[in-house]
């Protein structure tokens, strides 16, 4: 049977930041393994009391004199969004570029050698705060590339055009609307159920898949990626696709 699920993990934050709170704890946590015995201290670092804590930086100060964290970071990884798509023949090329895209099977691109024909890594580049959130361009990462599995760009499957979008509503993005876009690597995810606002997208844009229904994750997530929406349509901090493939 034809793969009709793929699956996008979303991360959410400064990946350096994260590296160095991560280290940080590390540090505290080894630190605590190393004394916790001879001073009669919990195991985790987020277990210590203020005075505990006292006794741990004064061992610190003179062991290495590196910044203590007591509580873990928080993880990067937002959420998993798990999309069924279209069964439909009529869209049969655009659901084979999207899931290649997800698995990485294809090698690199063709105009662009340097890159691969993949997500993983890929930032969601634009979120328009309770309307969509836009990415896929794994050529230039801001939305003024991209590249689909056959060479640069192909035609827009008309089918897609006819279905009804709504939140949760996975969809090819193009600078063209209707059947004379073109499409690439480039998707869109729906954030909302307003009305007015999907009546932009019905007609003007290839929709091929949908949130899996039964995953309130998702759901939720959806919502996140919406809080992190700027008011000009940049991420009030990186977002990007830390895992992808076929379920």
Same mark, same amino acid.
Request: glycine share 10%.
């Given at each position: 049977?034809?793969?009709?699920?793929?699956?996008?993990?979303?991360?959410?934050?400064?990946?350096?930041?994260?590296?160095?709170?991560?280290?940080?704890?590390?540090?505290?946590?080894?630190?605590?393994?190393?004394?916790?015995?001879?001073?009669?201290?919990? #195991? /985790?670092? %987020?277990?210590?009391?203020?005075?505990?804590?006292?006794? *741990?930086?004064?061992?610190? $100060?003179? @062991? #290495? /004199?590196? %910044?203590?964290?007591?509580?873990?970071?928080?993880?990067? *990884?937002?959420?998993?969004? $798990?999309? @069924?798509?279209?069964?439909?023949?009529?869209?049969?090329?655009?659901?084979?570029?999207?899931?290649?895209?997800?698995?990485? @099977?294809?090698?690199?691109?063709?105009?662009?050698?340097?890159?691969?024909?993949?997500?993983?890594?890929?930032?969601?580049?634009?979120?328009?705060?309770?309307?969509?959130?836009?990415?896929?361009?794994?050529?230039?990462?801001?939305?003024?590339?991209?590249?689909?599995?056959?060479?640069?760009?192909?035609?827009?499957?008309?089918?897609?055009?006819?279905?009804?979008?709504?939140?949760?509503?996975?969809?090819?993005?193009?600078?063209?609307?209707?059947?004379?876009?073109?499409?690439?690597?480039?998707?869109?995810?729906?954030?909302?159920?307003?009305?007015?606002?999907?009546?932009?997208?019905?007609?003007?844009?290839?929709?091929?898949?949908?949130?899996?229904?039964?995953?309130?994750?998702?759901?939720?997530?959806?919502?996140?990626?919406?809080?992190?929406?700027?008011?000009?349509?940049?991420?009030?901090?990186?977002?990007?696709?830390?895992?992808?493939?076929?379920?």
């Amino acid at each position: 049977m034809a793969c009709r699920q793929v699956y996008l993990d979303i991360y959410i934050g400064e990946a350096e930041r994260f590296a160095q709170e991560e280290a940080s704890y590390k540090h505290t946590s080894d630190l605590l393994a190393k004394y916790a015995t001879s001073y009669t201290l919990p #195991s /985790k670092p %987020e277990e210590l009391s203020d005075w505990q804590k006292e006794i *741990l930086q004064n061992i610190d $100060v003179h @062991e #290495s /004199k590196a %910044e203590l964290r007591f509580e873990p970071p928080d993880p990067l *990884l937002a959420g998993r969004l $798990v999309f @069924e798509l279209s069964a439909s023949p009529k869209l049969a090329k655009t659901i084979a570029n999207f899931i290649a895209l997800c698995t990485g @099977e294809k090698g690199t691109c063709k105009n662009a050698r340097n890159k691969q024909l993949h997500y993983l890594g890929c930032p969601i580049h634009r979120i328009a705060k309770g309307f969509v959130a836009q990415g896929g361009d794994i050529v230039r990462g801001d939305g003024s590339g991209g590249e689909s599995i056959y060479g640069g760009d192909f035609k827009v499957e008309e089918e897609g055009l006819r279905a009804t979008p709504r939140k949760g509503s996975l969809g090819m993005a193009s600078s063209k609307t209707g059947s004379n876009a073109k499409n690439t690597s480039q998707f869109f995810v729906v954030l909302t159920d307003d009305e007015n606002q999907l009546k932009k997208l019905k007609g003007q844009y290839v929709i091929f898949g949908e949130l899996k229904k039964d995953q309130t994750e998702g759901l939720g997530l959806l919502d996140r990626l919406s809080e992190v929406g700027g008011a000009n349509e940049k991420p009030l901090m990186p977002v990007w696709i830390g895992g992808c493939g076929t379920c």
